[in-house]
């Protein structure tokens, strides 16, 4: 037996913990009302569990094969050629353990050593670690709230003769914002122009409010190819502890891809595939009242913190909000804020500059509204009391 490594050996810096597991793992350890991680209230919707119960004991739970149940891959097909207008066939479809598994994956089979790998800040925390890890090098464009707008000088300015992936996330955790049709135009143009394949994370497809379509960069001209759609059944059916997910591209990629996936995880476990595969299959309703039912929770949250003194960012998708406190007139940075307001008022919520790898706005923090009326509201109650207490 050897000794434990130092605390100051580098094995321990080169990957933290995230901020959503600091910051449930306080919730937990306070009892504070946890507006922190994304996850909804509650064990999850009964159709939904009861058919992952059925599937537990009606199916087997053998190892499925390696790219997914061919039910799901199907369901997964059909249901982005209704919702999302795309041609996709049931090969092109891989099933992963979660879009963490599908970006990892993807990262692992496409990236080159020293490939530069195009990605917009704020971004989701996994990005750059599996970059830097897959032996990429991050070239990250930072926008600028509130409207986080993408240019094409910006773009084209982080571009090199080395540039070889674009990573996007859209709708965007944790802005809540929704790519323009002209951005999404632009970031087609460009990757056709500079031979780059797009990796986009649309996690968050099924949670844009307000009646707006999701628009996924694959359906826009010069972009079938050579795209890879990432989706999970965690965000669409409110189960997110599931970890049930997909990579979709052309053949020739999808092969690639499988070959990552098939050194991670193998497979996903199968009675999640059937009752996900099954609840795809269900009445568009189902997905539209679960859609009504997170829009309401954003107004109601939006509402009540409005009225409390904070300023609130508009959210068009997602299940996050975002206050600003500069707008707010609140002296503290955004990490302060989320340390004072969780051991003070008893309400986590995530700084956004942990959404950054350098230079953050350090004056938003983003709220999870998918909880019931009566958690919105007493979070509300107890943030509206830390508000007048700051005076
Ligand atoms: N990408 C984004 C943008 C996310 O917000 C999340 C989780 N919230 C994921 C990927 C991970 O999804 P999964 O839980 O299916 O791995
Ligand atoms: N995606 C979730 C969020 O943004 C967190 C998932 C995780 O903890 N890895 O809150």
Not at 18 to 26: C, D, G, P, Q, V
Request: charged share 20%; proline share 8%.
């Amino acid at each position: 037996m050897t000794d434990a490594l130092p605390l100051g050996h580098p094995v321990y810096r080169a990957m933290p913990t995230t901020i959503f597991e600091k910051m449930s793992a306080r919730a937990r350890d306070t009892g504070a009302i946890n507006l922190g991680q994304g996850f909804p209230e509650g064990p999850g919707p009964r159709d939904v569990l009861q058919a992952a119960a059925d599937a537990l004991l009606t199916r087997s739970s053998q190892y499925p094969p390696m790219p997914g149940l061919v039910e799901l891959r199907t369901a997964v097909a059909d249901h982005y050629a209704r919702h999302q207008q795309l041609d996709l066939s049931p090969p092109e479809v891989i099933i992963t353990s979660g879009a963490t598994e599908a970006l990892c994956a993807t990262l692992l089979a496409l990236v080159r050593p020293g490939d530069e790998v195009l990605m917009l800040a704020p971004l989701y925390d996994a990005y750059i670690p599996l970059v830097e890890r897959a032996g990429g090098i991050p070239k990250v464009v930072t926008l600028t709230p509130p409207d986080w707008r993408l240019t094409r000088q910006a773009l084209e300015a982080a571009i090199t003769p080395r540039t070889r992936i674009l990573l996007i996330n859209n709708p965007v955790n944790p802005t809540g914002i929704v790519l323009r049709d002209e951005e999404l135009a632009l970031l087609a143009d460009l990757c056709v122009a500079h031979d780059l394949i797009a990796i986009c994370d649309e996690v968050w497809e099924e949670t844009v409010y307000d009646g707006h379509p999701h628009r996924p960069l694959i359906g826009l001209p010069g972009m079938r190819n050579r795209t890879v759609k990432i989706g999970s059944a965690g965000k669409i059916f409110s189960v997110t502890g599931w970890k049930v997910g997909w990579m979709c591209a052309a053949p020739a990629l999808a092969t690639l891809l499988a070959r990552a996936h098939q050194f991670l995880t193998f497979t996903t476990p199968p009675n999640l595939q059937w009752a996900v595969a099954a609840g795809l299959g269900w009445p568009d309703d189902w997905l539209a009242e679960q859609r009504a039912t997170y829009q309401a929770s954003r107004d109601r949250l939006a509402a009540g913190l409005a009225k409390a003194g904070y300023a609130v960012l508009p959210s068009a998708a997602t299940w996050f909000l975002s206050i600003d406190l500069r707008a707010s007139g609140i002296a503290l940075d955004d990490m302060s804020f989320c340390d004072r307001i969780i051991d003070e008022a008893g309400v986590a919520a995530i700084p956004l500059s942990a959404f950054y790898p350098a230079a953050p706005a350090t004056y938003l923090v983003r709220l999870c509204f998918a909880k019931t009326d009566a958690t919105l509201d007493q979070a509300i109650e107890r943030l509206a009391l830390f508000r007048k207490a700051l005076g």
